[in-house]
């Protein structure tokens, strides 16, 4: 199981931080994926890392101002978001890889969602 949280309202050029807190498993040997969710939109791969290897994989988006990171003694991972933007505004979701790495960032290759954390970036 997978849990979210951090989210919530900042201005545009603010920073927030997202945890994924892991339950049930643990994070090092998979690959844990963040997306996020317009309405009306297709869920958009954000990030991704392997927290095998540490490697890590980014949007076009959100590449330069987003940082994905593990912290397997914590079982957490963490989505760090700077000059955050107002298009930047979604849920936001984390999702275990059905592959175990980061080959993919597409929604259908992830399973065991968390139930989501709101941002939004508005002045």
């Known amino acids: 199981r997978l849990v979210e949280s951090g989210g919530g309202l900042v201005q545009p050029g603010g920073s927030l931080r997202l945890s994924c807190v892991a339950s049930g498993f643990t994070i090092d040997t998979y690959a844990i994926g963040w997306f996020r969710r317009v309405p009306g939109k297709a869920r958009e791969g954000v990030s991704c890392i392997s927290n095998r290897d540490g490697r890590t994989k980014y949007g076009d988006s959100v590449k330069g101002r987003f940082t994905i990171s593990g912290d397997n003694a914590k079982n957490t991972v963490y989505l760090q978001m700077n000059s955050l933007k107002p298009e930047d505004t979604a849920v936001y979701y984390c999702?275990?890889?059905?592959?175990?790495?980061?080959?993919?960032?597409?929604?259908?290759?992830?399973?065991?969602w968390g139930q989501g954390t709101q941002v939004t970036v508005s002045s």
């Open positions: 999702a275990t890889s059905l592959y175990g790495d980061c080959r993919t960032t597409m929604a259908a290759d992830f399973g065991s």
